[in-house]
């Protein structure tokens, strides 16, 4: 496979999903692979989306819009 230390599955729309792409992807950092870390990045994002919508019935839309308002509230100084 693609990695190089055994990575335990998670399940799709549950946080163990995010678990396993996010081990995934400090193996591809591990390995200096840019492009292995860009899918990683990828299927993190993928398994964030489905753990929001099965969990909290919310999407990943509104948790970049969040996200927004962090980023400016900080840039603002205040939250």
Known sequence: GYHLTKIKKGELGKF???VE???E???AEKQK???LML???SDLLGAI???VEQTHNLTLQDL???SNKTKAAFKEGSR
């Open 33 to 35: 692979d840019k492009i």
């Open 39 to 41: 899918c990683e990045l």
């Open 49 to 51: 989306e489905s753990y």
């Open 25 to 27: 992807l400090q193996d």
């Open 16 to 18: 163990s999903k995010i």
């Open 64 to 66: 970049i819009s969040f």
């Open 21 to 23: 792409e996010f081990v």
